[in-house]
């Protein structure tokens, strides 16, 4: 079955600089990977994905790049901000009539004011 | 739109007690996935369901269940619980079966004593 590696697995930056976090997956035929932001008490929010055909995506300050070669991925957070500390997880999915996501482990992001 | 709603959102069982949880999907939404979160194990799949059938199953012992009812609305079951199935359990929901995009709850915490 699907691996997912997550890395660091705690990242702590001053407000204004940027975060990143890579995700390795180890099933080649895996073609969507989404990332939740989780925050104390609440269920996982969706803040962005990206499908396999496509390298880039980004929405504001949130950015998310895929290298299908090497199998991973990487959520890039600009000019953090205090609310962007939470748990954010990555994930990876095989299309098909049954959808299961495997989730990283994992990193909490502390934002620094 | 209302979000993924789960009840209740607390529960304290003891050892051998069985557990009953619900969740209501996103209105408009067919497909229903669980998934359970520890500190130990992260995040990962019981099941999904949709119209009223389960379309996948992850690895967890026959104790775990599930149905889905004609209005999309599901349960999950957990009989003769165990210390380790104290956890955050977690619905999300798609607009259909194989759906990339899914929505999660605020979770049931369960607490087996």
């Known amino acids: 079955g699907e691996n997912v590696e997550q890395h660091p697995s705690t990242l702590s930056v001053q407000e204004g600089d940027s975060a990143v976090i890579k995700c390795t997956y180890s099933?080649?035929?895996?073609?969507?990977f989404p990332w939740y932001k989780q925050e104390l008490g609440k269920g996982p929010q969706l803040i962005i994905d990206i499908r396999s055909n496509v390298g880039e995506k980004k929405d504001q300050r949130i950015a998310v790049t895929l290298n299908k070669t090497a199998k991973h991925f990487s959520l890039h957070i600009t000019e953090t901000q205090p609310e962007d500390s939470a748990v954010y997880f990555c994930?990876?999915?095989?299309?098909?009539?049954?959808?299961?996501?495997?989730f990283g482990s994992g990193t909490q992001l502390t934002v620094l004011p | 739109k209302a979000g993924v709603t789960q009840t209740p959102r607390y529960l304290i069982k003891t050892r051998g007690q069985q557990v009953t949880l619900s969740c209501s999907p996103i209105?408009?939404?067919?497909?229903v996935s669980w998934y359970q979160q520890t500190p130990g194990q992260g995040l990962q799949f019981l099941f999904e369901?949709?119209?009223?059938?389960?379309?996948n199953k992850g690895n967890f012992p026959g104790r775990f269940s599930g149905r889905q009812f004609s209005n999309s609305r599901s349960e999950m079951n957990v009989s003769t619980l165990e210390l380790g199935d104290s956890a955050l359990y977690l619905c999300?929901?798609?607009?259909?079966?194989?759906?990339?995009?899914?929505?999660f709850g605020p979770g049931t915490r369960l607490l087996v004593l």
């Open positions: 369901y949709f119209s009223e059938t389960q379309r």
């Open positions: 999300a929901s798609s607009l259909r079966a194989g759906d990339e995009t899914q929505y």
């Open positions: 209105s408009g939404h067919r497909s």
């Open positions: 994930a990876a999915s095989e299309s098909g009539s049954a959808r299961q996501l495997t």
């Open positions: 099933d080649s035929a895996s073609n969507y």
